[in-house]
């Protein structure tokens, strides 16, 4: 083996051994049991148990016909775990459907019953005519059921009608990375020019990487393909608190200014009521239907017609900032949504009186 087999080896084969652990990481160690994480920890194991077989194959073809059955075994699982992987992630299913648990069981009986009975071994032209061909098909079919479910987010892709969220991006990239793969081995199953076994093992080991590194930079892994990420419910405000809070809110609105901060936020509000953010803003929508723009808007304009009917000194755009908005366009629109009218003709209205 020269320099340029062996790193090509080395890259492979490590390729094979941290999806490995990146599959046991999704299966055994992240925090929320998902079940998409789940299958796509069992994906990964099968796909590297398919890929592992390719390389110690290709540089020894002399192993044992065991590790060719193994291989071809895992591959057959492939298609299956992508599938189910996809449907719960983009059915955003929490618990394993008995269907599913049969189809499984179903397939592991079939192709651990199809490796005592011939083995391959005894029955290699059986395999590599036949069984090869099956599991290929089969592959296929699972890979095309999986693409169907992800057209919605492919024609968002295409059409670019709507940004991609996380979740999407990383679904089609699961999916895309096993299309690429299977191409790759079954251009090897066919023998097409300039390819072999270890395409594809150079390819996952690419794909993986790539994974591996953008996952680094992301502190949640757990939550990496919901769709809807869970949120905690947030504990409804009753009608006594709610009018006692409003009360609170407006006065601390006054006595302090707040509404004269043009960074205002809705925390900085809910801290001097003691109450969360959420609840807050759960307050103002529920119990004056309106947002928590509108809400502090509401006090800066009633402010601005203050100083616009009592100092005609200061320009109509000095008002906008002197009462906390941070443009004049912003003072403008939100001034006309309430009052009905312009600052301009505002002003005009009240020096005739």
């Known amino acids: 083996m020269n320099v ?110 199809a490796g005592i009975r011939f083995p391959y071994q005894d029955y290699p032209v059986l395999w590599t005519h036949y069984f090869v061909w099956a599991i290929y098909t089969q592959w296929l ?17 295409l059409l670019k009608e709507s940004p991609m969220t996380a979740p999407e991006t990383w679904l089609l990239m699961i999916f895309i990375s096993n299309a690429i793969i299977f191409i ?6 066919i023998n097409a020019p300039f390819t072999s076994y270890i395409s594809g093992a150079v390819v996952f080991s690419f794909i993986l990487y790539l994974i591996i590194s953008v996952i680094l930079y992301r ?17 409804r405000v009753n ?45 103002l929508n529920d119990n004056l239907g309106k947002n928590f723009t509108t809400f502090v808007n509401e006090f800066r304009i009633k402010e601005a017609c203050k100083i616009i009917s009592t100092d005609d000194r200061l320009t109509l755009e000095s008002i906008g900032y002197e009462v906390g908005f941070n443009s004049k366009s912003t003072f403008f629109a939100a001034f006309k949504k309430q009052t009905n009218t312009t600052p301009l003709n505002y002003q005009q209205s009240m020096l005739k009186q």
């Not at 016909?65 to 719960?88: N, T």
């Not at 079919?141 to 892709?157: D, E, H, N, P, T």
């Open 4 to 113: 340029s087999q062996g790193l090509l080896f080395f890259f492979s084969a490590l390729g094979t051994f941290n999806a490995l652990i990146l599959g046991v990481y999704f299966f055994f160690f992240t925090r929320k049991k998902y079940l998409t994480n789940y299958f796509l920890g069992a994906l990964l194991f099968v796909l590297s148990v398919r890929v592992g077989k390719s390389v110690f194959l290709h540089f020894n073809g002399s192993l044992p016909k065991i590790y060719l059955q193994v291989g071809l075994s895992a591959c057959f699982f492939i298609g299956p775990f992508l599938y189910y992987f996809l449907r719960s992630a983009t059915g955003q299913i929490g618990t394993l459907k008995r269907s599913w648990t049969w189809s499984l069981a179903l397939l592991f009986t079939l192709i651990i019953t």
């Open 184 to 189: 790759f081995y079954f251009l090897a199953l």
């Open 239 to 283: 009608e006594a608190d709610a009018e006692i809070l409003i009360r609170k809110l407006e006065k601390i609105m006054l006595e302090n200014e707040f509404y004269k901060n043009p960074d205002l936020k809705l925390s900085d509000l809910s801290k001097g009521i003691n109450i969360s953010s959420h609840q807050l803003s759960q307050l």
């Open 141 to 157: 079919i699972y890979l095309l059921s999986a693409g169907f479910l992800l057209k919605g987010m492919f024609k968002k892709l």
């Open 219 to 235: 502190k949640k892994t757990d939550d990496l393909f919901l769709l809807t990420p869970n949120k905690p419910p947030v504990k």
